[in-house]
């Protein structure tokens, strides 16, 4: 009997050990998962840009403008997913000419500015917007 009792009493400890064991070596692969989700389910900000085309190029496009009041310059990577409309109508980004007033939205990926949609703006459209505005 006390054989039995050893036995049932040793079973119980090496289950219960290995047990914990297990618990404590999948739990943070299972918190790195859910960092990793919640990570990836975070949006990036898009952004906007407006100027005039400095160059155009079939994977990438300058334009200059201004941004916080002063004179600047982006640098646009251009990838199949980039939108390109000039006058309503789907183009290439290589159709696109220095001086082309531009509306460029775009996200940073890996420390660059990726365009997600370029829209060429009207001239009635580009000089409404760069007229001061009018005071009542």
């Given at each position: 009997m006390?054989?039995?009792?050893?036995?049932?009493?040793?079973l119980?400890?090496?289950?219960?050990?290995?047990?914990?064991?297990?618990?404590?070596?999948?739990?943070?692969a299972?918190?790195?998962?859910?960092?990793?989700?919640?990570?990836?389910?975070?949006?990036?900000?898009?952004?906007?840009?407006?100027g005039?085309v400095?160059?155009?190029?079939?994977?990438s496009?300058?334009?200059?403008?201004?941004?916080?009041?002063?004179?600047?310059?982006?640098?646009?990577a251009?990838?199949?997913?980039?939108?390109?409309?000039?006058?309503?109508?789907s183009?290439?980004?290589?159709?696109?000419?220095?001086?082309?007033?531009?509306?460029?939205r775009?996200?940073?990926?890996?420390?660059?500015?990726?365009?997600?949609?370029?829209?060429v703006?009207?001239?009635?459209?580009?000089k409404?917007?760069?007229?001061?505005?009018?005071?009542?």
């Amino acid at each position: 009997m006390k054989r039995l009792l050893a036995l049932v009493v040793s079973l119980v400890f090496v289950g219960a050990t290995a047990v914990a064991v297990m618990a404590t070596s999948t739990t943070p692969a299972t918190s790195d998962k859910k960092m990793e989700k919640s990570g990836d389910t975070k949006k990036m900000a898009s952004k906007t840009a407006n100027g005039t085309v400095k160059s155009a190029s079939p994977d990438s496009l300058v334009v200059a403008g201004k941004e916080k009041g002063k004179d600047t310059e982006w640098t646009f990577a251009v990838d199949s997913k980039t939108t390109v409309k000039k006058g309503g109508k789907s183009v290439a980004t290589s159709d696109l000419k220095a001086g082309d007033s531009v509306a460029v939205r775009y996200m940073d990926h890996d420390g660059k500015a990726v365009a997600q949609a370029v829209n060429v703006k009207s001239a009635a459209t580009a000089k409404k917007d760069t007229k001061p505005a009018e005071k009542k």
